[in-house]
């Protein structure tokens, strides 16, 4: 329950002051408070204490990337749409083929009495590991349209198939 209080201040004007039955706890006044006042004060304290953490200057993101396996080869193809080759970089690293870089794309639009701009900015880093015997010297990447199409040669691995032979038992 709240509490009022009449005293004297400054001088003898009478001021009002609310007090709480409960005044050491956090966000004083819950108990007959306006819960949707108690709510909008809790959200402008988490934006206030997370506020700094919402928007970081690079976003990291993965692009759609897909390995298939046929004829010999590790083919990878990753989905880089607006983002020029100088921006990627492709390596070898221990037993893993590295594709990295950044995209950063920016629009702008003027129309009747308006200027739009759009800016999408972040880093990507994709890690695959090779299988093994892959022949790191021989990789070839190529970029044609939006499209990183990396090429593996692996040596063909025939699995080892031996017959056995089926005797007849004598129980």
């Not at 993965?62 to 080759?85: R, S, Y």
């Not at 702008?108 to 015997?133: A, D, Q």
């Amino acid at each position: 329950m709240t509490e009022t209080k009449l005293f004297k201040e400054n001088g003898g004007a009478i001021a009002r002051r609310h007090e709480t039955c409960f005044p050491n706890v956090p966000f004083g006044g819950l108990l007959g408070a306006n819960p949707f006042g108690v709510m909008k004060r809790f959200t402008e304290e988490m934006d206030r204490v997370f506020g700094n953490f919402a928007a970081p200057e690079y976003e990291l993101w993965a692009p759609p990337i897909e390995v298939i396996q046929k004829e010999g080869h590790v083919l990878i193809t990753v989905e880089l749409a607006g983002i020029p080759k100088e921006e990627v970089k492709v390596e070898v690293v221990d037993e893993a083929l590295v594709i990295e870089g950044e995209r950063k794309l920016e629009k702008e639009k003027k129309e009747e009495g308006f200027l739009r701009t759009e800016r999408v900015y972040g880093k990507f880093y994709r890690s695959i590991p090779l299988p093994k015997g892959a022949k790191t010297e021989a990789i070839k990447a190529e970029m044609t349209n939006g499209i990183l199409e990396v090429t593996i040669p692996v040596p063909e691995l025939k699995p080892a198939l031996r017959s056995i032979p089926i005797k007849t038992g004598t129980k």
